[in-house]
């Protein structure tokens, strides 16, 4: 009897899995009719040189082996189904689709390809299935075999409250870095270049966050004018790193150096935590393209709508939501997330507009089907997970609503901080809130401190020179008229809208950066930085950068000496928070007296010297204050059970346009205080000393920081 050519296989795992004889071959489609393989030449692939039907299927799962079948092969799917856009099914045979599970793409999407699975531009829309085959314009799988090294690689698993993020594009953080070889600049391996990681260090990064490295597609109107998406938050594959970012190749050679990436910084001691884009993907709304999802079961994977299911439900603004309430849909998540821990070793994930997620068929949801699933995994439930706590959809700004184990992008603290230094009245209650942790958004719900991931500055938006040069954004290179971006920055220009000569404007703005990044870095909650933020990084004022792959966006690294400067102020101040125990709280402040301790561990001064009362909260002109940081009332001990006493800190913040005079509290609160800090002078403080009920002048919207040595304790 006759061996047939494809064996029965098994339906899991999902996606191609080679054995080292042959390929199993599983796709998920609840509604096709057939299901067909496409292999393509590697040499030549938009040549398909064979195809074959999965036979067999089991719970939706169109499976098959193909023996003889070897890794660097190229593939893609052909899916047999109605075409009928009014109830959700847009199958098309014509459109070469993308294996949801690739684990690697070769090639991009070529625009000018017919990759829309109707006749594109004709009268009925989207209703009519186009007849043109589109493979040689759509990216293919490549089959891939396992042998990476991974010398005993070890997850440097840095708590939480040590942790300083670090936002970078993998691209823009080295295109520019003289000392990388060229050849490895913008690439995996240009991150993991020594120099680039001697600079991490020096700042004091502990995790970087990567924005999205998913494969990806570049929308067309983009590409009609020149340019690209160089943010990424348009997904093909959840389980591919883009071949844009590798020196190596495509083939699979993406695969490999990214883990050596990996490796090389955890080998440092630095973490890599993933921008990942589950929310919606490059497919776009019913007049998008069809790559992948679309063609392969429309419903199953975005949500439709229920009074017409032609039309994509939209929460994210960007054409589609990903269905997080089917169950393939949700698993196709969630192994895709096990995939870039296990086999990929990244330590946690950082979820854009995370909202989409979380909600259900009547809304936003706390016990989502998507939290239980992280919740009880036992691999992903151990990684960082930090939600972008919002999304464009009818009550989507859930910031302080995510369930336990997550940290959210606390974008009131970016607000807050932002309207305090730029003078606006009545910001003291919400200072207070935002320097200490957010207790009001997180304590509720069980969660502590570090749920809040504070950041001045992100990739969306000014960068920090930006924040202190322009008041208003300044798009016009991104060919959209100025339209795109965000209207409310909360920016203050200093006197000038743009760059001047002005001495004394300059002055200013230099101080504003260095009162900043002294906010957020004696913030309780896990501080993160964007790249080049610490060397003065300008986009012009353009807050919308998404588009711009050039050097707006990339890092420069030759610095003037201001910029210098600002670096090394950036590496003191991180310097600071990683030696002082009292900025890494891991428990809310009670304004109590902890274990017998001499001190209250947060209390709040008035410039003359008394504490705070609840009236002074509420006055509108309260633009200086200072809090005292307990070092002998830290509650919680150390690993080994001991207690952790450190220094006493007292910080002096005047966001005043002249300078105040403070009295510093009283005996019974310390005895003689060194300044450490003073963001009014452009080097490093210097080391006076005032004794307790002396004063000390902040200059006009400075910080100052001083210290009270830690008692010795038996």
């Known amino acids: 009897m006759r061996r047939a050519e494809v064996l029965p296989g098994r339906p899991f795992p999902l996606g191609a899995t080679y054995d080292g004889n042959g390929?199993?071959?599983?796709?998920?489609?609840?509604?096709?009719?057939?299901?067909?393989?496409?292999?393509?030449?590697?040499?030549?692939?938009?040549?398909?040189?064979?195809?074959?039907p999965l036979l067999e299927t089991t719970n939706h799962v169109w499976h098959g082996y193909m023996p003889g079948i070897h890794a660097g092969c190229l593939?893609?799917?052909?899916?047999?189904?109605?075409?009928?856009?009014?109830?959700?099914?847009?199958?098309?045979?014509?459109?070469?689709?993308?294996?949801?599970?690739?684990?690697?793409?070769?090639?991009?999407?070529?625009?000018?390809?017919?990759?829309?699975?109707?006749?594109?531009?004709?009268?009925?829309e989207d209703l009519v299935m186009?007849?043109?085959?589109?493979?040689?314009?759509?990216?293919?799988?490549?089959i891939l075999a396992d042998g990476f090294d991974w010398e005993d690689d070890r997850k440097p698993q840095v708590p939480w409250h040590k942790t300083i993020l670090y936002e970078l594009h993998v691209k823009g953080f080295t295109k520019l870095h003289p000392r990388i070889p060229e050849h490895l600049r913008g690439t995996y391996a240009g991150l993991a270049h020594p120099a680039s990681i001697e600079h991490l260090k020096k700042v004091g990064v502990t995790s970087v966050e990567l924005l999205p490295i998913h494969a990806y597609m570049d929308e067309p109107f983009l590409t009609q004018r020149g340019r690209v998406n160089y943010w990424g938050y348009n997904t093909l594959g959840f389980f591919a790193p883009d071949a844009r970012f590798s020196a190596s190749g495509s083939l699979g050679e993406q695969v490999a150096e990214f883990k050596g990436m990996v490796k090389l910084l955890h080998r440092a001691g630095i973490e890599v935590i993933l921008d990942v884009v589950y929310n919606h993907t490059c497919e776009g709304n019913h007049l998008g393209p069809t790559l992948s999802f679309k063609g392969l079961d429309a419903g199953a994977y975005y949500r439709l709508s229920e009074k017409d299911p032609r039309y994509f439900m939209d929460f994210t603004g960007c054409g589609n939501s990903w269905n997080?309430?089917?169950?393939?849909?949700?698993?196709?998540?969630?192994?895709?997330?096990?995939?870039?821990?296990?086999?990929?070793?990244?330590?946690?994930?950082?979820?854009?507009?995370?909202?989409?997620?979380?909600?259900?068929?009547?809304?936003?949801?706390?016990?989502?089907?998507?939290?239980?699933?992280?919740?009880q995994d036992p691999v992903l439930s151990r990684a960082k997970l930090i939600a972008?706590?919002?999304?464009?959809?009818?009550?989507?700004?859930?910031?302080?609503?995510?369930?336990?184990?997550?940290?959210?992008?606390?974008?009131?603290?970016?607000?807050?901080?932002?309207?305090?230094?730029?003078?606006?009245?009545?910001?003291?209650?919400?200072?207070?809130?935002?320097?200490?942790?957010?207790?009001?958004?997180?304590?509720?719900?069980?969660?502590?401190?570090?749920?809040?991931?504070?950041?001045?500055?992100?990739?969306?938006?000014?960068?920090?020179?930006?924040?202190?040069?322009?008041?208003?954004?300044?798009?016009?290179?991104?060919?959209?008229?100025?339209?795109?971006?965000?209207n409310?920055?909360?920016?203050?220009?200093?006197?000038?809208?743009?760059?001047?000569?002005?001495?004394?404007?300059?002055?200013?703005?230099?101080?504003?950066?260095?009162?900043?990044?002294?906010?957020?870095?004696?913030?309780?909650?896990?501080?993160?930085?964007?790249?080049?933020?610490?060397?003065?990084?300008?986009?012009?004022?353009?807050?919308?950068?998404?588009?711009?792959?050039?050097?707006?966006?990339?890092?420069?690294?030759?610095?003037?000496?201001?910029?210098?400067?600002?670096?090394?102020?950036?590496?003191?101040?991180?310097?600071?928070?990683?030696?002082?125990?009292?900025?890494?709280?891991?428990?809310?402040?009670?304004?109590?007296?902890?274990?017998?301790?001499?001190?209250?561990?947060?209390?709040?001064?008035?410039?003359?010297?008394?504490?705070?009362?609840?009236?002074?909260w509420e006055k509108p002109y309260v633009r200086s204050l200072a809090f005292l940081l307990g070092g002998d009332a830290i509650a919680t001990p150390d690993d080994e059970g001991h207690r952790i006493v450190g220094d006493t800190l007292l910080v002096l913040l005047n966001a005043h346009h002249e300078p105040i005079t403070f009295l510093l509290p009283a005996l019974e609160w310390g005895a003689d205080w060194e300044l450490v800090v003073d963001t009014a002078a452009t080097g490093e403080s210097q080391r006076t000393h005032t004794p307790a009920g002396g004063k000390v002048q902040a200059a006009g919207r400075s910080v100052v920081v001083l210290r009270r040595p830690a008692t010795e304790w038996e």
């Open 75 to 124: 593939y893609g799917l052909r899916v047999h189904g109605p075409y009928e856009p009014k109830k959700g099914l847009r199958f098309n045979p014509h459109k070469l689709l993308v294996d949801p599970y690739a684990k690697a793409l070769h090639g991009k999407v070529d625009p000018k390809a017919p990759i829309h699975g109707y006749v594109h531009g004709g009268k009925e």
């Open 324 to 375: 997080a309430t089917h169950p393939y849909a949700l698993k196709l998540v969630a192994d895709s997330l096990r995939y870039w821990v296990e086999v990929m070793h990244v330590d946690g994930f950082r979820f854009d507009l995370a909202t989409t997620l979380g909600r259900d068929r009547h809304g936003y949801d706390t016990r989502a089907a998507f939290f239980q699933i992280m919740h």
């Open 23 to 52: 390929v199993n071959f599983a796709v998920f489609s609840e509604h096709a009719k057939k299901v067909e393989v496409c292999l393509f030449d590697p040499a030549d692939p938009k040549k398909e040189t064979r195809r074959f």
């Open 388 to 486: 972008e706590p919002w999304d464009v959809g009818d009550y989507g700004y859930q910031v302080g609503n995510f369930p336990v184990l997550w940290s959210e992008w606390n974008g009131k603290y970016r607000d807050t901080i932002r309207r305090y230094w730029k003078g606006d009245d009545r910001q003291a209650a919400e200072i207070g809130s935002r320097l200490t942790g957010s207790s009001d958004l997180f304590a509720l719900s069980g969660r502590k401190p570090t749920a809040s991931v504070n950041f001045v500055t992100a990739h969306d938006g000014f960068t920090l020179h930006d924040l202190v040069t322009y008041s208003q954004k300044h798009n016009e290179a991104n060919g959209e008229e100025n339209r795109d971006g965000a």
């Open 130 to 142: 186009d007849t043109q085959d589109d493979a040689w314009g759509v990216p293919k799988g490549v």
């Open 488 to 616: 409310d920055n909360h920016a203050w220009n200093c006197g000038v809208e743009g760059e001047t000569t002005d001495p004394k404007v300059n002055a200013l703005r230099e101080q504003q950066k260095r009162n900043f990044l002294a906010s957020l870095f004696l913030s309780q909650g896990v501080p993160m930085l964007v790249a080049g933020d610490e060397m003065g990084r300008t986009q012009k004022g353009n807050n919308n950068a998404y588009c711009q792959d050039n050097e707006l966006s990339w890092v420069n690294w030759e610095l003037n000496e201001k910029q210098r400067q600002l670096l090394e102020f950036t590496a003191r101040i991180t310097k600071l928070r990683r030696e002082q125990p009292v900025l890494s709280k891991r428990r809310f402040f009670r304004g109590a007296h902890i274990w017998d301790s001499e001190l209250k561990d947060l209390a709040w001064f008035r410039p003359d010297g008394k504490e705070m009362k609840r009236e002074d």
